[in-house]
């Protein structure tokens, strides 16, 4: 990804080559991704229906979340917004002053997505902002493995040497600490002015050899390992990931064209290797098609991803766990941010210090989001489940909650990645309220703001079964023109 973003971006006036090796494996679970992807995907001239047909794509409207706010109990994460867009608060404030005037409509009546996903149907957003299509957001599941080999060829031929071989030494400068060049194991040596490290959880440059250290998170996000194995496809593709609590993680669902991918994220402290693998066969859809495979990681962060003239990108940098598909988005992001902050040969240190300091913001909110999923539940007795909520939590995510219950209000910066209606579906769904609303909902009319509440409820319900469903969809998109 990285390589191809940065040829697309700086054409033949730098000179980039990927040192990469057939023997070493990916961690290939990343297989769901969220809307930030269409960004990547639009820097690189990547064409759709290319896209769809060269990874066995679906297309996703959100995460359904099965027995996390108790056992019986599901709510839907979806991409897009809630409602509609209407002059004056926000929507959400104009549902909870409704709810309080007495309307039982729950959340997820206002998800277009949501609504949607339920019915395995599909729509892209439109454009005009009077369309209820225009609250829709979408991304995608993808087999990975197949999305590099198509990022590769993309790659090279935009100008990418790609070198077979696995790193043997790491020469650097004495005065300066700057990496000047890698050796392979065949003897290559590789010259260059910037090092990415894309090398995964061992970060051969960034920790081996700039020493970035790593701050471990696994006393807030302890699931350690992950059993992953496909298996085949039974029914029609459905519009969105699934996640389901167990008793030491949970399960995930990724539906793809030829296949459904699965995997059980778990706390190793709480399950072996083998429970977890039986769990995970006993509620496949279908005959698995592989061996399990069991993965193995810490959650955590990097500080300082980029030291000198070494830039780490994706695991290398830090991982959070798959729960809400950021993995793939970490890497888009460290690529946006590098892109943003490309160095001359000198390698400015304020320009590292910027790129760190908004990745650890990246980080650490999107470390609050899944914290919120994992101590917000009820009626879960299990170690893990009990352990969980009476962890200590980030004081970050203390004042958040604190705020939503008291007044409403999310409490958002900027260039946060989860938005309004990402926090409001989890809070809402794991069965945190909010007790009162922005007073500024009070300049509507009562009535009136009862009347249009339901009526956007409306349009959504005679809407849904108006569109196609998602196999239709993608057929289609797939049948589209380059």
Same mark, same amino acid.
């Given at each position: 990804?990285?390589?191809?973003?940065?040829?697309?971006?700086?054409?033949?006036?730098?000179?980039?080559?990927?040192?990469?090796?057939?023997?070493?494996?990916?961690?290939?679970?990343?297989?769901?991704?969220?809307?930030?992807?269409?960004?990547?995907?639009?820097?690189?001239?990547?064409?759709?229906?290319?896209?769809?047909?060269?990874?066995?794509?679906?297309?996703?409207?959100?995460?359904?979340?099965?027995?996390?706010?108790?056992?019986?109990?599901?709510?839907?994460?979806?991409?897009?917004?809630?409602?509609?867009?209407?002059?004056?608060?926000?929507?959400?404030?104009?549902?909870?002053?409704?709810?309080?005037?007495?309307?039982?409509?729950?959340?997820?009546?206002?998800?277009?997505?949501?609504?949607?996903?339920?019915?395995?149907?599909?729509?892209?957003?439109?454009?005009?902002?009077?369309?209820?299509?225009?609250?829709?957001?979408?991304?995608?599941?993808?087999?990975?493995?197949?999305?590099?080999?198509?990022?590769?060829?993309?790659?090279?031929?935009?100008?990418?040497?790609?070198?077979?071989?696995?790193?043997?030494?790491?020469?650097?400068?004495?005065?300066?600490?700057?990496?000047?060049?890698?050796?392979?194991? #065949?003897?290559?040596?590789?010259?260059?002015?910037?090092?990415?490290?894309?090398?995964?959880?061992?970060?051969?440059?960034?920790?081996?050899?700039?020493?970035?250290?790593?701050?471990?998170?696994?006393?807030?996000?302890?699931?350690?390992?992950?059993?992953?194995?496909?298996?085949?496809?039974?029914?029609?593709?459905?519009?969105?990931?699934?996640?389901?609590?167990?008793?030491?993680?949970?399960?995930?669902?990724?539906?793809?064209?030829?296949?459904?991918?699965?995997?059980?994220?778990?706390?190793?402290?709480?399950?072996?290797?083998?429970?977890?693998?039986?769990?995970?066969?006993?509620?496949?859809?279908?005959?698995?098609?592989?061996?399990?495979?069991?993965?193995?990681?810490?959650?955590?962060?990097?500080?300082?991803?980029?030291?000198?003239?070494?830039?780490?990108?994706?695991?290398?940098?830090?991982?959070?766990?798959?729960?809400?598909?950021?993995?793939?988005?970490?890497?888009?992001?460290?690529?946006?941010?590098?892109?943003?902050?490309?160095?001359?040969?000198?390698?400015?240190?304020?320009?590292?210090?910027?790129?760190?300091?908004?990745?650890?913001?990246?980080?650490?909110?999107?470390?609050?989001?899944?914290?919120?999923?994992?101590?917000?539940?009820?009626?879960?007795?299990?170690?893990?489940?009990?352990?969980?909520?009476?962890?200590?939590?980030?004081?970050?995510?203390?004042?958040?909650?604190?705020?939503?219950?008291?007044?409403?209000?999310?409490?958002?910066?900027?260039?946060?990645?989860? #938005?309004?209606?990402?926090?409001?579906?989890?809070?809402?769904?794991?069965?945190?309220?909010?007790?009162?609303?922005?007073?500024?909902?009070?300049?509507?009319?009562?009535?009136?703001?009862?009347?249009?509440?339901?009526?956007?409820?409306?349009?959504?319900?005679?809407?849904?079964?108006?569109?196609?469903?998602?196999?239709?969809?993608?057929?289609?998109?797939?049948?589209?023109?380059?």
């Amino acid at each position: 990804m990285t390589a191809t973003a940065l040829a697309r971006s700086f054409g033949r006036a730098v000179t980039i080559t990927l040192l990469e090796s057939e023997e070493i494996g990916t961690v290939g679970v990343g297989e769901a991704t969220i809307p930030t992807i269409h960004w990547f995907n639009e820097l690189i001239g990547l064409d759709e229906a290319d896209f769809l047909r060269a990874t066995k794509a679906s297309f996703k409207l959100g995460i359904e979340f099965v027995d996390w706010k108790r056992p019986g109990h599901r709510y839907f994460h979806p991409f897009g917004e809630f409602g509609a867009r209407l002059p004056g608060v926000a929507f959400h404030h104009r549902w909870l002053k409704a709810r309080a005037a007495g309307v039982d409509l729950p959340l997820s009546s206002f998800s277009l997505a949501g609504k949607l996903a339920a019915e395995n149907r599909f729509a892209k957003p439109a454009g005009d902002a009077r369309s209820i299509l225009s609250t829709l957001g979408y991304a995608y599941h993808f087999d990975a493995s197949l999305y590099a080999q198509h990022l590769r060829g993309i790659a090279e031929t935009a100008g990418v040497t790609r070198i077979e071989g696995r790193l043997q030494d790491v020469e650097r400068d004495p005065s300066s600490g700057f990496v000047t060049a890698l050796t392979t194991q #065949r003897g290559e040596r590789l010259e260059g002015d910037l090092f990415i490290d894309c090398s995964g959880f061992r970060a051969l440059l960034i920790d081996q050899v700039m020493g970035g250290g790593f701050e471990d998170w696994s006393h807030w996000l302890p699931c350690d390992r992950a059993v992953a194995v496909p298996c085949a496809r039974v029914a029609e593709t459905t519009p969105y990931t699934r996640s389901t609590a167990r008793t030491a993680g949970w399960q995930w669902r990724i539906p793809l064209q030829h296949r459904t991918g699965n995997g059980y994220v778990y706390a190793s402290r709480f399950i072996s290797d083998d429970e977890a693998t039986t769990t995970l066969l006993a509620n496949l859809d279908g005959e698995a098609l592989a061996d399990p495979r069991v993965l193995r990681f810490k959650a955590g962060t990097r500080r300082r991803a980029w030291i000198g003239n070494v830039v780490a990108i994706g695991l290398s940098s830090g991982f959070l766990e798959p729960l809400e598909s950021t993995s793939i988005h970490l890497i888009q992001s460290g690529i946006a941010k590098l892109l943003t902050l490309f160095p001359d040969r000198d390698c400015d240190p304020t320009l590292a210090e910027r790129f760190n300091a908004l990745l650890n913001a990246d980080m650490d909110t999107i470390k609050d989001f899944l914290i919120l999923h994992y101590h917000a539940t009820t009626d879960k007795p299990e170690p893990f489940w009990a352990e969980r909520r009476a962890m200590p939590l980030p004081e970050t995510l203390v004042e958040r909650e604190n705020q939503y219950r008291r007044s409403g209000r999310l409490m958002l910066r900027s260039d946060e990645l989860f #938005r309004d209606a990402s926090w409001l579906a989890v809070l809402d769904g794991q069965g945190i309220e909010a007790g009162d609303y922005n007073p500024l909902a009070d300049a509507l009319d009562a009535a009136t703001n009862v009347a249009q509440v339901r009526q956007i409820a409306a349009v959504i319900a005679r809407a849904v079964p108006t569109l196609p469903r998602h196999d239709d969809a993608l057929a289609q998109a797939m049948a589209s023109p380059g």
